[in-house]
T-cell receptor, first 116, second 112 residues
Framework: NAGVMQNPRHLVRRRGQEARLRCSPMKGHSHVYWYRQLPEEGLKFMVYLQKENIIDESGMPKERFSAEFPKEGPSILRIQQVVRGDSAAYFC??????????????FGPGTRLLVL | GESVGLHLPTLSVQEGDNSIINCAYSNSASDYFIWYKQESGKGPQFIIDIRSNMDKRQGQRVTVLLNKTVKHLSLQIAATQPGDSAVYFCACLNQAGTALIFGKGTTLSVSS
């Protein structure tokens, strides 16, 4: 059973460009979470999505950031007009059922975004 | 707001020793806790979890202890090996059940 997949693993963008990060959850998981990690820090929650729905986006910056999880295809985290402060590792996690007996979130390998 | 904190940012042990990593949380209503291991350049890897209706849970070489009275969580690693060297994070599920709240991490260094 393949784990959570993320691509690209590394992404370099210049200030003002757009960054698109992709996440495919584990097979059978319909809940996806995005987290951001700065160097020497823990992970910070950004957004939680189910298929076609945003459930909790309380950790998302109000501007330039958006996320989607379409009916078909991977979840996308999109950062428009990137700035140097967006440089970080972005991790996606998935779970089968966050409020049942299966809240465990399994993480992907992350996308390391560097903004020049 | 809800928060999670670790007691020590670094821990150095000898191979074969037992390691204990401690964590404190703020929300007494938290009902799910989890430990992750993160190696350099990789994503967090699930180690063990525990619900608030338990005070101890054991896995292979690892034990998680939960003390709800003082809102304290610990991870014990038996017979620590060099391959256990990594950053360890504790996390708890927020009250809404929508997000994990992470501590800053403890870097475990194992010398042989």
């Amino acid at each position: 059973n393949a784990g959570v997949m993320q691509n690209p693993r590394h992404l370099v963008r210049r200030r003002g460009q757009e960054a698109r990060l992709r996440c495919s959850p584990m097979k059978g998981h319909s809940h996806v979470y995005w987290y951001r990690q700065l160097p020497e820090e823990g992970l910070k929650f950004m957004v939680y999505l189910q298929k076609e729905n945003i459930i909790d986006e309380s950790g998302m910056p109000k501007e330039r950031f958006s996320a989607e999880f379409p009916k078909e295809g991977p979840s996308i985290l999109r950062i428009q007009q990137v700035v140097r402060g967006d440089s970080a590792a972005y991790f996606c996690a998935s779970s089968p059922n966050p409020r049942g007996d299966s809240e465990t979130q399994y993480f992907g390998p992350g996308t390391r975004l560097l903004v020049l | 707001g809800e928060s999670v904190g670790l007691h020590l940012p670094t821990l150095s042990v000898q191979e074969g020793d037992n390691s204990i990593i401690n964590c404190a949380y703020s929300n007494s209503a938290s009902d799910y806790f989890i430990w992750y291991k993160q190696e350099s350049g990789k994503g967090p890897q699930f180690i063990i979890d525990i619900r608030s209706n338990m005070d101890k849970r054991q896995g292979q070489r690892v034990t998680v202890l939960l003390n709800k009275t003082v809102k304290h969580l610990s991870l014990q690693i038996a017979a620590t090996q060099p391959g256990d060297s990594a950053v360890y994070f504790c996390a708890c599920l927020n009250q809404a059940g929508t997000a994990l709240i992470f501590g800053k991490g403890t870097t475990l260094s194992v010398s042989s």
